[in-house]
Each structure stands twice: as structure tokens, then as C-alpha cells.
């Protein structure tokens, strides 16, 4: 199964907005785990994202900072579906 990390803080609006875009372009259409993580909760990665949420991960790997794009991100998943993702232009 597929993962996307929302790196966040409480209040953060661009955050919500990012795990909201990736539950209707991805999450509606395959398995996938969406997390949230509070940067606020860990010293380390506080120090890494503070300035730069939401930083977002696929499978662990940083595909989008502070804006994350729908298309793009249905993009990353377009191979395995085989077909373009529903709702996504």
C-alpha cells in the first residue's frame, strides 16, 4: 500500500487543504494511507520543516513544499492505475 506524509502544525491551513487534496485525487481512487504528522511533536523535525509546511511525501519521498499541485500528484500514481484518475484534468 502507498503512503502520503503530510508534514504539518496545528492551524496550518495550507496543510489541510494539502491532506484534503490528496483524500479526493488519490485517496478516493486506490489504497493509499494518507498520515498527518505535527512537526510540533519532534525537535528534528521542527528544525527540518518549520518554515516550509506542508511538505509532502510519497512513499517517503519529498514530492511537494509548501503547495501541492492535484495534477501532479495523480501523475505519480497514473502508471500503476493504467487509466487517468477520475476528476483529474
Known amino acids: 500500500m502507498h503512503k ?18 490528496a483524500q479526493q485525487v488519490v485517496g478516493a481512487h486506490i489504497p493509499v494511507l494518507i498520515e ?11 528544525e527540518k520543516y518549520r518554515d516550509d509546511i506542508p511538505v ?14 492535484p495534477g501532479a500528484l495523480a ?6 492505475l493504467g487509466e487517468q484518475l477520475v476528476g483529474v484534468a
Do not use: N, W
Open 36 to 46: 498527518e504528522v505535527d512537526i510540533t511533536q519532534d525537535v528534528e523535525l521542527l
Open 4 to 21: 502520503i506524509t503530510v508534514m504539518s502544525k496545528p492551524g496550518c491551513h495550507l496543510c489541510e487543504a494539502a491532506v484534503e487534496v
Open 56 to 69: 509532502v511525501l510519497v512513499d517517503g519521498v519529498e514530492r511537494f513544499r509548501h503547495t501541492m499541485d
Open 75 to 80: 501523475r505519480l500514481f497514473y502508471d500503476e
